[in-house]
């Protein structure tokens, strides 16, 4: 069977390019998403005598109002903490002792504040990116559950999260699996024999530091699957659906084909592309 690695000098051809939108194109969705919540963050700013009275302030606020003022908080008082870690109410204490020293004074946020045109663009910009983070991580996933429906349900079972949702916990589908480890796709035959576990990942960019933890990581994966399947002679292999422009950048392309080549036969990486010529039924019952 052709590697992964055999595809990297026609690379371009076999990756998927999940569609952005152009800037300043959205900018009218910005504004009618984000003008409100300027406005209150704002408002709020004038009414506390802190800026942790400011977050305070916020963490009382229903979402989904809460998490966008967070975000704005972000931008404005504290870039140090990200807004999963603002998200937790119950953890508000503890960030405002380990970071309220750093956050930036009531007085200056106000005036930053004044100093911006209305509508502010430039802010609305940077928040419309939250608003499409993950998207095209949803979109990779639900094209493979598609393809795989069309292709293999009437001979296997899938499961996962097809766009948004809650992952696959292998504590929860492997019996004997100690840790929290989450994932993707869980491909089973009916009889309910687990058969690929699955991580999906779409990069529109990588590289760097986040490379390495990435290939890392999996790396670690390949071998605690590996491990377990031996040891419950189970016929488990690890399938990782990578996409985006992202895997061309950097050494990505070698260390997933190092990754793949480490698995001996028994891990595959793919892109929605090249599923057609890889992705078969030989090697699911290989």
């Known amino acids: 069977m052709t590697s992964f690695g055999d595809y990297k000098s026609k690379a371009s051809q076999y990756i998927t390019f999940i569609d952005s939108e152009f800037y300043p194109d959205y900018l009218?969705?910005?504004?009618?998403?984000?003008?409100?919540?300027?406005?209150?963050?704002?408002?709020?700013?004038?009414?506390?005598?802190?800026?942790?009275?400011?977050?305070?302030?916020?963490?009382?606020?229903?979402?989904?109002?809460?998490?966008?003022?967070?975000?704005?908080?972000?931008?404005y008082v504290s870039p140090d903490t990200s807004v999963e870690m603002l998200k937790v109410k119950k953890r508000i204490p503890n960030i405002i002792a380990?970071?309220?020293?750093?956050?930036?004074?009531?007085?200056?946020?106000?005036?930053?504040?004044?100093?911006?045109?209305?509508?502010?663009?430039?802010?609305?910009?940077?928040?419309?990116?939250?608003?499409?983070?993950?998207?095209?991580?949803?979109?990779?996933?639900?094209?493979?559950?598609l393809w795989f429906?069309?292709?293999?349900?009437?001979?296997?079972?899938?499961?996962?999260?097809?766009?948004?949702?809650?992952?696959?916990?292998?504590?929860?589908?492997l019996q004997e699996w100690d840790a929290k480890t989450p994932a993707d796709i869980l491909i089973s035959r009916h009889d309910e024999t687990p058969l690929i576990i699955g991580f999906a990942r779409y990069d529109s960019d990588r590289g760097g530091a986040q490379e390495d933890d990435r290939t890392g990581g999996n790396r670690d994966k390949v071998t605690d699957i590996l491990r377990y399947a031996d040891r419950y002679k189970l016929p488990l292999k690890i399938f990782f659906l990578n996409d985006g422009p992202g895997l061309t950048l950097g050494s990505m392309w070698n260390d997933y084909a190092a990754l793949e080549n480490y698995g001996k036969g028994r891990v595959m990486v793919c892109t929605l592309k090249m599923l057609d010529e890889r992705f078969t039924k030989d090697w699911l019952e290989s």
Not at 103 to 120: C, G, H, Q, T, Y
Not at 151 to 173: C, H, K, T, W
Request: no cysteine; net charge neutral.
């Open 28 to 75: 009218d969705e910005a504004k009618t998403i984000y003008s409100s919540v300027i406005d209150q963050f704002t408002e709020l700013a004038y009414l506390v005598r802190s800026s942790v009275d400011l977050l305070i302030s916020i963490a009382d606020k229903p979402n989904p109002s809460r998490t966008q003022l967070l975000r704005v908080f972000r931008k």
């Open 98 to 145: 380990d970071y309220g020293h750093r956050f930036r004074k009531i007085e200056e946020v106000r005036a930053n504040l004044a100093s911006r045109p209305n509508p502010d663009e430039a802010l609305m910009a940077l928040l419309m990116e939250y608003k499409s983070r993950g998207q095209k991580g949803y979109e990779l996933t639900e094209a493979f559950f």
């Open 149 to 173: 429906e069309s292709n293999f349900a009437s001979d296997y079972s899938i499961q996962g999260p097809v766009r948004a949702g809650r992952d696959i916990m292998l504590n929860e589908v």
